[in-house]
Nanobody, 123 residues
Framework: QAPLVESGGGSVQSGGSLRLSCAVP???????VAWFRKRPGMEREGLAA???????NYAASVKDRFTISQGDARATIYLDMNNLKPDDTAMYYC??????????????????WGQGTQVTVSA
């Protein structure tokens, strides 16, 4: 079974922007797809999710800075991150579930995960 694959991470200065990409295999196209992150010393936290119909959910902490969107045929799910801060430094993951996106983006709601892409934000 092909995995979800994240890309687009890297190093950026505080205040900069990055676009992360999640390549979505065909069998995940109708799933809820979400972005999470794991900051050093902290648990994974949900950031944003998008359903098949394009509806979106966001964690309150990033709603004003991060945007989730989809590419052609929903083969890619993007996370656009603006005004990045050092506290955004983390491994970023995409995840999927065959159910509707939950209102609260909790780890236990998602069945399938990518390997992650590292984002490092310097002051």
């Amino acid at each position: 079974q092909a995995p979800l694959v994240e890309s687009g991470g890297g190093s950026v200065q505080s205040g900069g922007s990055l676009r992360l990409s999640c390549a979505v295999p065909d069998y995940y196209v109708s799933y809820c797809v979400a972005w999470f992150r794991k900051r050093p010393g902290m648990e994974r936290e949900g950031l944003a999710a998008q359903d098949q119909d394009g509806s979106r959910n966001y964690a309150a902490s990033v709603k004003d800075r991060f945007t989730i969107s989809q590419g052609d045929a929903r083969a890619t799910i993007y996370l656009d991150m603006n005004n990045l801060k050092p506290d955004d430094t983390a491994m970023y993951y995409c995840a999927a579930t065959p159910f509707l996106c939950p209102e609260l983006l909790v780890v236990t709601a998602f069945n399938y995960w990518g390997q992650g892409t590292q984002v490092t934000v310097s002051a």
